[in-house]
């Protein structure tokens, strides 16, 4: 049966990015898309952060970035600062970039280690250019200063989700995407098929569609409470599930951080996203571990300024859907799994998961091995970035509390302790299934963990002296050069994209 109506339910992040994305079929033929969502239903808006794929989504939309940052009042993102991970303490930055660059095919990090282990004693954060800026408070993007003998600037964005959702309302309806304002009552599904045919909002209105996109959060309207989909329980590796968040003004008078930062307290952390006038913040934490009062204590001890709202509680269960798409529904955001914003993932998901369902759709109808594909290929995305986010709480020497004796010690997937070991046996990363996280991202939070490498490849011993050396200088001074010549992240964000009022 063939496509000619996309049902979307549920706005947000994840249902304005799809209404946007899936606008531009429209070009090419007269698809209908309708967009479900109530006022009365608040969306849990705490997803803040991004990582730079989220800047292509934009790039693709045609989105003028200036005027998006300026309307969302956004700030600049170059990685992620954990503090209290590995030790209390302790503290690194997860950058965007890569650690140099690769020499005769290998690894920056094992050149590196080759000198370390002669005696140079730079670490390795001096060779990334957006550990350097972020470091030192400052910003640029590469076209600013268009100079190919240099390294480029990788970067994201802090953005108010809910600002981000009214912008991308307004992209969408002006190229024919129609809101609905109104609850969904009722899910009609065809007895022999066993597709959804249609919703009834609470005012009797029946809006049938072809496809429908499920992005009404937690609750899992059509994926889970009309198909029964099932979920997958993903707790025993990831223990946080509950979170508090909370919004406050800089009242101490710093400026935005170019970077997020992730705070580890006794049983849980903390998260910090900088717009360009107020911090998110939230706390993130194991109800079996601290109590809803304590936690809660800890976020507001710990912030930049009196409270900006009244806190907004989550619950939640880490884990995924056993199904993203089924039948003719796929779910997205929320409705489709949660992770923790760790690795701030979330509307990295939503975005990966659009642009899998835009890869396989076809207006000509909806096939069995389009949902077997979509489901296998989001379905190993997951579990990538799972392993990753477990790597976090496994890799620490903490033991002040029973939280963190129980993660340092509980039993985790094969597929990382192979990881791991292999890392720590010689610096070796495999990147597997075209996964999200890069050579330097596995590098970064093992080493800022204080998983050391005992050797690195052989064939970086192989590598000619002195041209290697002089290569290996070159790198450092280069970041030096544009690091000194950037501007601090505030001026750059008052001249480039100030917040509109």
């Known amino acids: 049966m063939a496509i000619e109506h996309i049902v979307i339910v549920g706005g947000g992040t994840a249902g304005w990015m799809a209404a946007a994305a899936l606008s531009r079929l429209r070009a090419g033929r007269p698809v209908s898309i309708t967009l479900i969502e109530s006022e009365q239903i608040g969306t849990v808006g705490?997803?803040?952060?991004?990582?730079?794929?989220?800047?292509?989504?934009?790039?693709?939309?045609?989105?003028?970035?200036?005027?998006?940052?300026?309307?969302?009042?956004?700030?600049?993102?170059?990685?992620?600062?954990?503090?209290?991970?590995?030790?209390?303490?302790?503290?690194?930055?997860?950058?965007?970039?890569?650690?140099?660059?690769?020499?005769?095919?290998?690894?920056?990090?094992?050149?590196?280690?080759?000198?370390?282990?002669?005696?140079?004693?730079?670490?390795?954060?001096?060779?990334?250019?957006?550990?350097?800026?972020?470091?030192?408070?400052?910003?640029?993007?590469?076209?600013?200063?268009?100079?190919?003998?240099?390294?480029?600037?990788?970067?994201?964005?802090?953005?108010?989700?809910?600002?981000?959702?009214?912008?991308?309302?307004?992209?969408?309806?002006?190229?024919?995407?129609?809101?609905?304002?109104?609850?969904?009552?009722?899910?009609?599904?065809?007895?022999?098929?066993?597709?959804?045919?249609?919703?009834?909002?609470?005012?009797?209105?029946?809006?049938?569609?072809?496809?429908?996109?499920?992005?009404?959060?937690?609750?899992?309207?059509?994926?889970?409470?009309?198909?029964?989909?099932?979920?997958?329980?993903?707790?025993?590796?990831?223990?946080?599930?509950?979170?508090?968040?909370?919004?406050?003004?800089?009242?101490?008078?710093?400026?935005?951080?170019?970077?997020?930062?992730?705070?580890?307290?006794?049983?849980?952390?903390?998260?910090q996203v900088p717009l360009q006038h107020r911090n998110g913040n939230g706390h993130v934490y194991c109800s079996s571990f601290m109590a809803d009062d304590t936690a809660l204590d800890i976020l507001v001890g710990n912030i930049a300024g009196k409270p900006a709202a009244d806190p907004n509680w989550l619950r939640f269960v880490t884990g995924r859907r056993k199904k993203f798409w089924n039948k003719n529904v796929v779910a997205l955001g929320l409705a489709a799994g949660f992770m923790e914003p760790l690795e701030s993932t979330s509307i990295h998901l939503i975005n990966t998961g659009i642009n899998k369902l835009i890869a396989l759709l076809s207006l000509d109808g909806v096939t069995p091995v389009q949902e077997a594909a979509f489901n296998r290929l989001t379905g190993k995305e997951y579990a990538r970035i799972r392993d990753f986010l477990i790597l976090h709480y496994k890799s620490t020497a903490r033991d002040d509390s029973d939280f963190w004796?129980?993660?340092?010690?509980?039993?985790?997937?094969?597929?990382?302790?192979?990881?791991?070991?292999?890392?720590?046996?010689?610096?070796?990363?495999?990147?597997?299934?075209?996964?999200?996280?890069?050579?330097?991202?596995?590098?970064?939070?093992?080493?800022?963990?204080?998983?050391a490498m005992q050797g690195h490849n052989a064939m970086a011993d192989s590598l000619p002296e002195p041209t290697t050396r002089q290569e290996y200088d070159a790198i450092e001074q280069s970041i030096q050069y544009v690091v000194q010549h950037m501007p601090s992240h505030a001026d750059y964000l008052s001249r480039y994209c100030p917040a509109a009022a």
């Open 46 to 271: 705490v997803g803040e952060a991004t990582i730079p794929p989220f800047v292509d989504f934009n790039r693709l939309l045609e989105i003028d970035e200036r005027e998006m940052m300026s309307c969302v009042q956004g700030s600049f993102k170059l990685g992620i600062q954990f503090v209290n991970w590995g030790r209390i303490g302790d503290s690194y930055i997860h950058p965007f970039g890569n650690y140099g660059y690769e020499m005769d095919g290998i690894s920056f990090h094992h050149v590196w280690h080759r000198y370390h282990v002669a005696g140079d004693n730079r670490p390795i954060q001096l060779f990334n250019m957006e550990t350097m800026a972020a470091h030192f408070g400052r910003f640029a993007r590469t076209a600013d200063y268009q100079r190919d003998d240099l390294p480029p600037v990788n970067y994201a964005y802090h953005i108010d989700a809910g600002r981000y959702a009214r912008f991308l309302r307004t992209y969408a309806e002006q190229r024919g995407v129609v809101r609905r304002e109104g609850k969904v009552g009722d899910v009609a599904i065809d007895g022999e098929t066993g597709f959804v045919t249609s919703v009834t909002l609470d005012d009797a209105t029946i809006i049938a569609g072809d496809l429908f996109i499920d992005c009404s959060g937690f609750r899992g309207l059509l994926i889970e409470q009309a198909l029964h989909t099932g979920y997958e329980d993903w707790s025993h590796y990831l223990p946080c599930d509950r979170a508090v968040a909370l919004p406050c003004l800089r009242e101490d008078g710093s400026p935005p951080l170019p970077y997020t930062r992730a705070t580890a307290h006794s049983a849980g952390w903390q998260w």
């Open 405 to 451: 004796n129980h993660c340092r010690t509980m039993a985790v997937p094969d597929s990382l302790v192979e990881k791991i070991e292999l890392f720590r046996h010689n610096g070796q990363i495999f990147r597997e299934d075209d996964e999200l996280f890069t050579e330097t991202s596995w590098a970064a939070v093992m080493m800022g963990q204080g998983i």
